[in-house]
Structure formats: C-alpha cells, structure tokens
C-alpha cells in the first residue's frame, strides 16, 4: 500500500480539484489545482532514484514549469510561456534517450498532420474573431508540444508516449474550448488528461532510461 500511497494521493486530489473545489476565489481555486501537480513532482523524484541522471533533472525541470504554468494560466501568455519552457526541458531530456526506429520515426506523419489541422482551425477562429495576437503563441506552442511528443515516442518509453500523447489531447481540448467552441464537460476532460500525462511522464523516469523496461517497440 506504501508503494502506490502518491499515486492514489495525485488520483485524489486530482478528483477533489476536478469536481470538487469551487472555481472562486481564484487564489483557493489555484491551490488546489496545484496540489496534484506538486504530488507529481514528488513522484518524479521519487521514481527517478536511485541512480538519477541529466535526462531525469530535464524532465523534472519540465514539470516543474508545467506547474508554474498551471498557477499562472489565467494570465494567458504568462502561463503558455512557463508550458513552453517546460516542453523545451521535455524535449531536451527525451533527446538524451533517443532511440532510433523507422516505425516510430513514421509517426511524425500524423503527429504533424493533426498540429496542421488544429493549427488551421485555431488561426482561422482567431483571425475570424479579430484576436490575432493569439496567432503566434498558438502556433509556436502548437509546434513545441508537436515536437515533444515525437522525441518522447523516439524514446521507445511507452510512459513518456502515452504521456505525451494525453497531454496533445488535453491542450488541444483547452485550445478548442478557449478559441472555437465551448462545450460541456471540457474542463473535466481536460484536467483528466493533462494529469494522467503529467503521471505518466513523471512515472516512466523510473525505465525511459532502460534499454528493456518500459519499451513500446
């Protein structure tokens, strides 16, 4: 029970901020939107021991950003650059264990693929709704996290991909629901995505350097 005593502490403080807290005041919303993210970084720590490592200081520092990022999201650009770094950490510490594969290499088709279909649907929205100073930021966030879900899928670590893969998902439901079109449930959505990829990236420090564990193909 010791053993998964954080990941059912992250699971349920995840729940309470999800469907619990209330969103006002804004600062005790921010807290407990926080807590999980801290967890996860505790977690990282923990499962990047005993034998720690460059790629494993990289990654945490990208969690670390990434929960700057969620205290400060409210202030729009201020929290999109603190997600920017902290891709740029990811990507960073995913280079350092990349493994080349001809199959994982093709994913680069439909991971570029999908950035130029929401990247079209987004700047067309911003355009339409006279809010051009997004179209920058967008894109180049489009790109960064483009870019390291393909460094994590290269990294052969079925964590890291099925990490980056869910944050890909989460940003893309937030940018849908900030820019396009709101829906009901968005919120929900993606808080559950983006702190199952945010675990799953901490958890695959513990094999993404392990030529055995924790390999997709």
């Given at each position: 029970m010791i053993l998964y005593r954080l990941p059912i502490l992250i699971l349920t403080t995840g729940i309470v901020y999800i469907f619990i807290s209330p969103s006002e005041p804004l600062a005790f919303s921010i807290f407990f939107k926080v807590i999980p993210m801290v967890l996860i970084l505790i977690y990282a720590f923990e499962k990047s021991l005993p034998k720690r490592k460059s790629t494993h200081y990289w990654i945490i520092g990208g969690i670390s950003l990434c929960l700057i990022g969620d205290a400060t999201l409210q202030w729009f650009f201020i929290g999109l650059t603190a997600f920017f770094i902290g891709h740029v950490l990811y990507i960073v510490g995913f280079l350092k264990e990349w493994r080349f594969s001809l199959p994982r290499s093709l994913s680069a088709?439909?991971?570029?693929?999908?950035?130029?279909?929401?990247?079209?649907?987004?700047?067309?929205?911003?355009?339409?709704?006279?809010?051009?100073?997004?179209?920058?930021?967008?894109?180049?966030?489009?790109?960064?996290?483009?870019?390291?879900?393909?460094?994590?899928?290269?990294?052969?670590?079925?964590?890291?991909?099925?990490?980056?893969?869910?944050?890909?998902?989460?940003?893309?439901?937030?940018?849908?629901?900030?820019?396009?079109?709101?829906?009901?449930?968005?919120?929900?959505?993606i808080m559950l995505t983006y702190y199952g990829a945010q675990f799953l990236i901490a958890h695959s420090l513990f094999t993404i350097d392990s030529k055995q564990k924790g390999m997709a193909w």
């Open positions: 088709v439909p991971l570029i693929l999908f950035a130029a279909w929401i990247g079209y649907q987004l700047v067309s929205n911003l355009q339409t709704n006279g809010e051009t100073g997004f179209i920058f930021p967008v894109i180049a966030y489009i790109g960064i996290i483009t870019l390291m879900a393909f460094t994590a899928i290269m990294t052969g670590n079925r964590w890291a991909i099925l990490g980056s893969l869910l944050f890909i998902i989460s940003d893309s439901v937030l940018a849908w629901n900030m820019f396009i079109t709101g829906f009901t449930g968005a919120h929900e959505v």
